[in-house]
């Protein structure tokens, strides 16, 4: 799925300024989705098998890629009746849509450690803008190459955006993402 992506990633470091490239590292990646529910609680769904790619020039953190794939097919859910709803065609409807994807594009540093990422998140088969706040545990402007960085990030999505209408009483409409990625040197 990331051939192309990955294998642009892939082209060795060069001398100077050039992009530090990474691939995810899943066993030490998470994401999570939690919605409102009854308005009194919330439901989490976590997503346990991912793959992904980036691509950081240290100083021109704003031409950043970020690519990554989260299987809906893999999500797991409080308890049996939630994941076979999350599952069904009124939510992810994994059958016909088996992915999720982040596409970011552009990376606007708010601190050493922080910022926001530009980019489109697909799922459904509805591709929307959306926003991704991070924070690095290595400022990514000045990791060496070489080195391991993780990146956290929250965005919250309207669940109905993306044709996930049902439920509207009982289930909240804005989902909170979480996103745990280990990216390690490719």
Request: aromatic share 8%; charged share 20%.
């Amino acid at each position: 799925m990331f051939k192309p992506f990955v294998a642009l990633l892939a082209a060795p470091l060069l001398l100077g300024n050039a992009p530090l490239a990474y691939v995810l590292d899943a066993s030490a990646s998470s994401v999570s989705a939690k919605v409102p529910f009854f308005g009194l609680s919330s439901k989490t769904a976590t997503f346990p098998e991912m793959t992904g790619a980036v691509s950081i020039t240290p100083d021109q953190p704003d031409a950043a890629l970020i690519d990554v794939t989260i299987d809906a097919r893999a999500l797991k859910a409080p308890d049996t009746a939630t994941l076979n709803r999350l599952r069904g065609e009124k939510f992810f409807w994994v059958e016909k849509y088996p992915s999720v994807r982040f596409v970011g594009t552009r990376l606007t540093m708010t601190g050493a450690k922080s910022g926001k990422v530009d980019g489109k998140l697909t799922a459904r088969g509805v591709t929307r803008s959306e926003t991704l706040a991070v924070t690095f545990d290595t400022p990514p402007t000045s990791a060496a190459a070489g080195q391991a960085v993780t990146l956290n990030g929250t965005m919250t999505i309207d669940r109905r955006d993306y044709g996930m209408k049902s439920y509207q009483l009982i289930v909240g409409k804005q989902v909170t993402i979480r996103l745990k990625a280990r990216m390690v040197p490719n």
